[in-house]
């Protein structure tokens, strides 16, 4: 493996900086403080080709891979990491899972709408009462012969009322556990039956749109199953495994803002004549922050190499997730001590990092979650897939 960046590969990096920079950045304080998603902002990623990676160009994609994307998303969540949503919500999420268990038809229909930004994308798993346990959820699909009737409640879900069209997970077999359940393209604008309640009493990741959606007989067309009858476990899988570096990214990114920002003021803020960076508990807990912070980053390179390699990345990813998990929280943790009461004002970023950061160690698997992937795979008790 060589992490050395090719010159395109840093022309990626620097475009998506000064995207983050010019589009992104002047609004972040306004948006938090109004939960204000900015709509196009995603239409100008799309324009971009920032919605992209690891899609084939004949559907929009932009002929670039996975390290590709892992440094583009990495600069945009440095600056604010809600918007790493709209990579995994379009990209790794539902374009990636058509383009690779879809039918000619519907990767047609549906795949340049979310490279481009045109169209909004999700994907629906976690029930109020299902989130680690994907098989023991009970929305359910009926099949009527000429259509699905979808009746159901999801929870927790990452761009659900700001979304077009979306992936969604139900029960096709009841009683089947993880045999029976499906996948569905669910188009949310244009589907009668269908209620999306925003969820806005959130502790962190404000301007990102997070929702309740409630599906009462909500008819699916028939040629909106992705994939096999009774197989969506095993897509759910599959696309978690992708999504996941998305959460693996942001939470790199993130610990990457908590560092730069700890460093800038330990270097600016004097106590006793002379800046605080100069004592050394403030060099212990920055050098403390920049260990976990370079194997988070690094972790995430590891998996990005991987899966452009076509090698097993299953655990790699899910290391990659945990270790950014732990560089994040630590991270802004060690920030809001080194700011002091400074670090405690909504006129500085900590509290921010801080909020943002605890929601990593739950998103698409819990830390004890991936925790038991790795070990299990470690222990020839799980394929590496």
Same mark, same amino acid.
């Given at each position: 493996m060589d992490f050395g960046l090719t010159e395109e590969q840093r022309m990626v990096q620097d475009m998506a900086r000064n995207f983050a920079e010019k589009e992104i950045a002047p609004y972040v304080d306004q948006d938090e403080e109004n939960h204000y998603y900015r709509r196009e902002i995603l239409t100008k990623m799309g324009d971009l080709g920032l919605l992209g990676w690891s899609i084939p160009e004949e559907y929009g994609g932009n002929g670039m891979g996975w390290m590709e994307?892992?440094?583009?998303?990495?600069? =945009?969540?440095?600056?604010?990491?809600?918007?790493?949503?709209?990579?995994?919500? %379009?990209?790794? +999420?539902?374009?990636?899972?058509?383009? !690779?268990? +879809?039918?000619?038809?519907?990767?047609?229909?549906? =795949?340049? /709408?979310?490279?481009?930004?045109?169209?909004? /994308?999700?994907? $629906? =798993?976690? !029930?109020? %009462?299902?989130?680690?346990?994907?098989?023991?959820?009970?929305?359910?699909?009926?099949?009527? /012969?000429?259509?699905?009737?979808?009746? /159901?409640?999801?929870?927790? =879900?990452s761009g659900g009322h700001s979304c077009d069209v979306g992936l969604l997970y139900a029960v096709t077999e009841k009683g089947a556990g993880a045999k029976g359940i499906s996948c569905f393209i669910v188009d949310y604008n244009n589907t009668p039956g269908i209620t999306r309640i925003p969820i806005l009493k959130k502790v962190g990741m404000w301007p990102a749109p997070t929702s309740e959606l409630v599906f009462e007989n909500a008819m699916i067309p028939k040629e909106n199953l992705l994939g096999p009858l009774n197989k969506g476990f095993l897509i759910c899988m599959w696309?978690? %495994?992708?999504?996941?570096?998305?959460?693996?990214? +942001? $939470?790199?990114?993130?610990?990457?803002?908590?560092?730069?920002?700890?460093?800038?003021?330990?270097?600016?803020?004097?106590?006793?004549g002379k800046p605080i960076g100069k004592y050394q508990m403030i060099q212990q807990q920055i050098a403390d922050m920049i260990l976990e912070d370079e194997a988070a980053k690094l972790m995430v390179y590891h998996a990005a190499w991987l899966k452009d390699n076509k090698l097993p990345s299953q655990q790699a990813t899910s290391a990659a997730k945990l270790m950014g998990c732990h560089a994040a929280v630590n991270g802004a943790n060690m920030a809001m001590k080194i700011y002091g009461s400074y670090g405690y004002s909504t006129e500085y970023p900590c509290g921010r990092w801080l909020r943002d950061a605890k929601q990593f160690e739950t998103l698409e698997g819990t830390s004890n979650m991936h925790n038991q992937i790795i070990a299990n795979i470690e222990l020839g008790y799980s394929p590496n897939r």
């Open positions: 994307g892992v440094l583009a998303l990495y600069e =945009i969540s440095k600056v604010h990491t809600s918007w790493r949503l709209a990579i995994s919500g %379009n990209c790794w +999420g539902p374009a990636m899972t058509v383009n !690779e268990y +879809g039918t000619d038809e519907q990767k047609q229909k549906y =795949i340049p /709408g979310w490279v481009d930004g045109s169209s909004v /994308g999700s994907f $629906s =798993i976690t !029930e109020p %009462n299902t989130g680690s346990d994907v098989a023991s959820m009970k929305t359910f699909a009926a099949d009527k /012969g000429d259509h699905w009737l979808l009746n /159901g409640t999801k929870m927790w =879900i696309q978690l %495994n992708n999504t996941r570096m998305g959460c693996a990214t +942001g $939470s790199a990114a993130l610990s990457a803002a908590c560092l730069a920002g700890s460093v800038q003021y330990a270097q600016e803020r004097t106590q006793f």
